[in-house]
């Protein structure tokens, strides 16, 4: 027994002493990759609010969102259902935190454009954008800003069904369009190409100088623009000085042509000189794409 009883001790002793190893090394560990800064990705969702309540509420809680952005559209608070400030508390009790944006809900490219901003703010977590909360066109934004995004983000559309719809009597009283959540889908977001930055760039200062000659454009591209820069730089150009041919071929090739392909400039020819402005689709094109400004 004196000998049983000593094993089982020192088995005791080496057990112990084993987890205070253990725990050593993982709280060390833990310690060296906060300093490493290492980067535990949020679980964020974007839900457009319309008329829901429990499609934005029930997958942010079941799939343990840490963010929630709610696009709300700009109106006086006294006109927005009541549901919608029971709405965010019941995701704060929940943990969650709640980001409220006001927006044009029914405006494509604001939608598009809030949403992909989101995206590209939180381009090292996992973006969920709700297709189901909003008004058709939100639905519409929403996916196209998940598919010029995917290549740069991790973000996946999901569409929440329903268990129920309120009768319309009953949605004018205030109550919510639909009650629970029966199904979750997955929607794939195929990549497209938007435009890239250097023509959001040229744009936006089309749009605040109209009309604008090649001149003009290319002593502007050699402050802003990449190519342009590097051109500057390697050729020793003054960035006031005169262009030369080459100029108005990078500019045309990798700026003015791509812009023209999507309609969102004019060019005209004015005696020996070509003015530029920007078309009704180039001022959506910048108010969809003007987040590409802030990605630095």
Known sequence: MRKDSRLLKNYHV????????????IFVGMTCFGA???????????????YEFDRVLKPAIDYKADRVYLLEHEEPNSEKPEYHETLKEDLQDAGITVHSVQCDIFDLYTVLGEIAQ?????????????????????????????????????????YVR???????????????????????????????????????????????????????????????VGRFKQNVEDKGIQVDSDPYMGEYRLLDTHILDPLQKRECVK????????????????????????????DD
């Open 14 to 25: 080496r057990n112990v002493s084993n987890v205070a190893i253990v725990t050593k090394v």
């Open 118 to 158: 989101i995206i590209t703010t939180h381009a090292k977590d996992e973006v969920y954008v709700n297709l189901s909360t909003g008004s058709k066109i939100s639905a519409i934004g929403g996916m196209i800003a998940c598919m010029v995004t995917r290549e740069s983000a991790n973000v996946t559309p999901y």
């Open 162 to 224: 329903a268990e129920g719809y309120a009768p319309d009597e009953e949605v004018e009283e205030g109550t919510p369009v639909s009650f629970g959540m029966a199904a979750i889908t997955e929607l794939p977001a195929y990549p497209i190409q938007g435009p890239s930055k250097e023509e959001i760039v040229i744009l936006q200062f089309i749009s605040e100088e109209q009309p604008i000659t090649k001149k003009q454009l290319i002593r502007q591209a050699r402050q802003v």
């Open 267 to 294: 060019i005209t020819e004015v005696g020996r000189s070509k003015e530029i402005v920007i078309t009704d689709e180039g001022q959506n094109t910048l108010k969809a794409f003007e987040y590409l400004l802030n």
């Open 36 to 50: 490493m800064g290492i980067h535990v990705p949020d679980r964020v969702h974007v839900s457009p609010l319309g």
